[in-house]
């Protein structure tokens, strides 16, 4: 089964940037969509981001377009979220998760599917 890593979580203020890494481990991830979710204290987890295994499609939630880019390098095994123009609201925990050949991914208020693998959590505290 293929383990996922996060990194990168950390303290910033409003308007700040942060990246995120999440690197995957165990087996090869070629196949694997990749995505990133968040969970703020009190709340759901909700969708934020992700990749299709071939980079052929990128899927953000409204709340993040055009402020949060992700990228994948799969040289690195490693999915990057890079998160600018941070808001208190994007406070949270952030998750990866990778899913073999996912194609769709759940809308603001959907419910999570399984995914195949999740990582433990990074925890991004933005001040105001």
């Known amino acids: 089964q293929i383990q996922l890593a996060e990194s990168g979580g950390g303290l910033a203020e409003t308007g700040g940037s942060l990246t995120l890494s999440c690197t995957a481990s165990?087996?090869?991830?070629?196949?694997?969509?990749m995505g990133w979710f968040r969970q703020a204290p009190g709340k759901e987890r909700e969708f934020v981001a992700a990749m299709s295994w071939n980079k052929g499609h990128t899927y953000y939630t409204d709340h993040v377009k055009g402020r949060f880019t992700l990228s994948r390098d799969d040289a690195r095994n490693t999915v990057y979220l890079q998160m600018n123009s941070l808001k208190p609201e994007d406070t949270a925990t952030y998750y990866c998760?990778?899913?073999?050949?996912?194609?769709?991914?759940?809308?603001?208020?959907?419910?999570?599917?399984?995914?195949?693998?999740w990582g433990a959590g990074t925890l991004v505290t933005v001040s105001s």
């Open positions: 165990g087996q090869d991830y070629t196949y694997y969509a």
């Open positions: 998760a990778a899913d073999y050949l996912r194609g769709t991914w759940p809308a603001h208020g959907e419910t999570i599917p399984p995914m195949d693998s």
